[in-house]
């Protein structure tokens, strides 16, 4: 079956420009979850769904940053008024249901900013 | 918070010989769990294996085992046989019982030498 996909696979936008970046999870999984990943470091936490409504964003490094999924299945992470340091490899991951099952990751998409 | 250390930047085996790669956590959670990931060039991220931190056996999946000590807050992966497919970033990961959000290392690059 389909796995997590993400789309686009690269972006290039200029400082100061919103972005959109989509997850399509695998059907059915109800957990969704988005990591940004700096080059040479692991991924790291923003923010998680169970179903429609953000169970945990603690990991949205400001209010630039916000992600929506308004029918429980895709899910768009938006970046307004962009700058250098967003530049990085953002992963979707999806799961079937909460509770520590296995996360399943897309390919990311590489955002950069000039 | 929980933190992932994980000491070896790079790690090289020859096929066939086994490997060991370290990783050491820390968290004042009681239920935890552990995984390692495999993030090959250009490719997503996989999960290697999983241990439930309450079971005190170590976990296995065919060529890959861990040896998880818990007082010591350590959890190593010991690839057997390695292949050249084996060949990626490993990343080693934890998340509390009942909070979603994996917290990574910052990766093991593995090389396979033919």
């Known amino acids: 079956g389909a796995g997590v996909s993400q789309t686009p696979s690269n972006k290039v936008t200029e400082k100061g420009k919103y972005v959109e970046l989509r997850c399509d999870p695998i059907?059915?999984?109800?957990?969704l979850y988005w990591y940004r990943q700096s080059l040479g470091q692991g991924p790291e936490f923003l923010i998680y769904?169970?179903?429609?409504?953000?169970?945990?964003d603690s990991g949205l490094p400001n209010d630039r940053f916000f992600a929506v999924r308004p029918e429980g299945s895709v899910s768009t992470l938006k970046i307004q008024r962009t700058e250098r340091g967003d530049s990085a490899m953002y992963l979707c991951?999806?799961?079937?249901?909460?509770?520590?099952?296995?996360?399943?990751f897309g390919p990311g998409t590489r955002l950069t900013v000039l | 918070a929980q933190t992932v250390t994980q000491s070896q930047p790079e790690m090289s085996v020859q096929e066939a010989e086994t490997v060991t790669l370290s990783c050491t956590y820390d968290?004042?959670?009681?239920?935890?769990?552990l995984f390692w990931y495999k993030q090959p060039p250009s490719r997503q991220m996989i999960l290697v294996i999983r241990?439930?931190?309450?079971?005190?056996q170590n976990a296995t999946e065919n060529r890959f085992s861990v040896n998880f000590q818990k007082a010591a807050k350590s959890f190593s992966l010991k690839i057997s046989d390695s292949q050249l497919g084996d060949a990626a970033m490993y990343f080693c990961?934890?998340?509390?019982?009942?909070?979603?959000?994996?917290?990574f290392g910052t990766g093991t690059r593995l090389t396979i030498i033919p």
């Open positions: 991951a999806s799961s079937l249901t909460s509770g520590n099952n296995e996360q399943f």
């Open positions: 059907s059915g999984h109800t957990a």
């Open positions: 769904f169970q179903g429609t409504g953000a169970a945990d």
């Open positions: 968290t004042s959670e009681s239920d935890y769990y």
């Open positions: 241990q439930e931190a309450y079971k005190q």
């Open positions: 990961a934890t998340t509390n019982f009942g909070n979603e959000k994996l917290t």
